[in-house]
């Protein structure tokens, strides 16, 4: 190298006008290198994949690439036993009833009731109180019914009588009228349901936080009163035509009972309890299943 060409290389602002050159290259953390990298490795792999098969991720199946499903037998042997006693359990209350396990008149308990919001132990001593309900829905004319089990075990005669209460799935809740026959029914499939008699602030809560209604074909959400109008205005000749009149309807079980629980979708609710109390213990035990009562509010506040 030259002199020139080393005075040229130590002033590099010579030929700029006193400016020094800018260079294209920028330093690149060596964590988002490593990052590009990655995602180019990924998408490589999906690339790959895509070649091998056409669909991406899913698989191909086809009549001769059939799913098999693996059960492990005693998974078998125990959804059959379960199947056989509770068919059993069916033809024996069809035939000779709930005999001691339900009674036909109402029975009343007593349970403390602390309000909400005390600040000390002291206070709740003070302002707790005792209150008499019914435990069973024994003289009510309308119950609140909630499907709380899967179907594994289930007898075709439980199914059948489930979807005739449109409870085809679990945590799904209707309003059922509380007559001799639809009382035989429910003490049919008690171990797959628990029922009560709601309050009417609770029906009230249930239609407006939860109620859609069958518009169309369609399930539709209960936002506006003109929903309700146009569908049961004129089935009703003008008798419901908001929500205050379908809660009315509702709690005493009037003359447009029918139209109103036909219009309502099964309530969607959740899962407050764990699998063992809803299939292993009934209500009285501690459990989810069987009849409530008047205690059903409780039960519909966990779920809403």
């Known amino acids: 190298m030259t002199s020139t060409e080393i005075q040229k290389a130590s002033n590099p602002g010579e030929n700029t006008g006193g400016q020094p050159q800018k260079t294209d290259l920028q330093l690149v953390p060596e964590a988002v290198l490593k990052r590009k990298h990655d995602i180019d490795e990924?998408?490589?792999?999906?690339a790959a994949q895509a070649i091998r098969n056409p669909r991406g991720n899913r698989k191909v199946f086809n009549a001769k690439t059939k799913v098999i499903k693996v059960m492990k037998p005693e998974s078998v042997l125990s959804k059959a036993r379960m199947q056989r006693n509770h068919s059993r359990r069916y033809a024996r209350v069809l035939k000779k009833g709930m005999q001691a396990r339900a009674s036909n008149s109402r029975v009343e308990a007593v349970k403390t009731v602390v309000p909400d919001g005390t600040a000390s132990r002291e206070e709740e001593e003070e302002l707790?109180?005792?209150?008499?309900?019914?435990?069973?829905?024994?003289g009510a004319k309308l119950v609140f019914v909630v499907r709380i089990r899967d179907p594994v075990g289930m007898p075709k005669n439980v199914k059948k009588a489930?979807?005739?209460?449109?409870?085809?799935?679990?945590?799904?809740?209707?309003?059922?009228?509380?007559?001799?026959s639809n009382r035989k029914k429910l003490q049919l499939i008690e171990p797959w349901v628990t029922y009560g008699v709601p309050s009417k602030a609770i029906i009230t809560d249930l239609i407006r936080r939860r109620g859609h209604g069958w518009t169309d074909g369609k399930r539709v959400p209960l936002s506006d009163n003109t929903i309700i109008e146009n569908a049961l205005g004129d089935k009703t000749d003008g008798a419901v035509i908001c929500v205050d009149d379908v809660v009315h309807e509702l709690h005493s079980v009037g003359?447009?009972?029918?139209q109103v629980k036909g219009f309502l979708w099964p309530f969607q609710l959740a899962a407050p309890r764990s699998k063992f109390q809803k299939e292993?213990?009934?209500?009285?035990?501690?459990?989810?299943?069987?009849?409530?009562?008047?205690?059903?509010?409780?039960?519909?506040?966990?779920?809403l």
């Open 42 to 46: 990924m998408k490589a792999n999906w």
């Open 255 to 258: 003359e447009e009972f029918a």
């Open 128 to 138: 707790k109180k005792e209150v008499t309900y019914a435990s069973n829905s024994v």
């Open 280 to 303: 292993k213990l009934n209500f009285k035990d501690g459990g989810d299943y069987g009849d409530r009562g008047e205690e059903m509010d409780d039960l519909i506040r966990q779920m």
């Open 162 to 180: 489930l979807t005739t209460l449109r409870l085809k799935c679990v945590n799904e809740g209707v309003f059922c009228r509380y007559d001799e």
